[in-house]
């Protein structure tokens, strides 16, 4: 469980890190992102993909849903940033804000529907299989942005790990499962 965003977004975005610097660098963390502590974060995805058993990250803070998947190797957009060729299973991360207007805006739903996609994911972390409804847009708008809670499920008898984002009326909006023997993504 992590207060702080742990896997976010590997490539830097197109806007500068303190707007009124013009000499200020770009930015590919937010305030409150392990992003923002390279060398950190990326012992810890090592020490956590490497121990034994699967890794499920649990966290919250940025007001919406999602769930990402950090998959070993280089075949990836974040591989070189991420270091993950050196990891020995796959490392999931669900995230989710608050079944609470106060931090989850309504009206917007999975991807901001017949609108801008306003939280991308230029790094291509969003597991692709997660949404219950995909955004015609891809994997980039694949999170939740209305009042919702996650759950993780794990049934130990048919060796499976369910990733769950429910919105405020408990239907299922994003789901990932894993198997609990493997750790690998189905």
Known sequence: VSGSVVVDNAIEEEEKCDPADPASPLCYCTTDSFDCYRPAQ???????????????????????????????????????????????RPVFQIMSSGLTTMTAKGGHGIGYFGEECQFTDPSGLRDPNSPVFPDPRGSDCWYFADPAFGAVEVDWDADLVTLSVYNNASAVVLQSQLKLSTCEPL
Do not use: Q, S, W
């Not at 995805?45 to 699967?54: D, E, K, M, S």
């Open 42 to 88: 990326v012992n810890l995805l090592h020490t956590v993909a490497n121990a034994p058993g699967c890794t499920v990250i649990l966290t919250g803070d940025h007001h919406f849903h999602d769930i990402k998947l950090l998959k070993p190797g280089v075949d990836t957009r974040y591989g070189v940033d991420y270091r993950t060729t050196g990891l020995a």
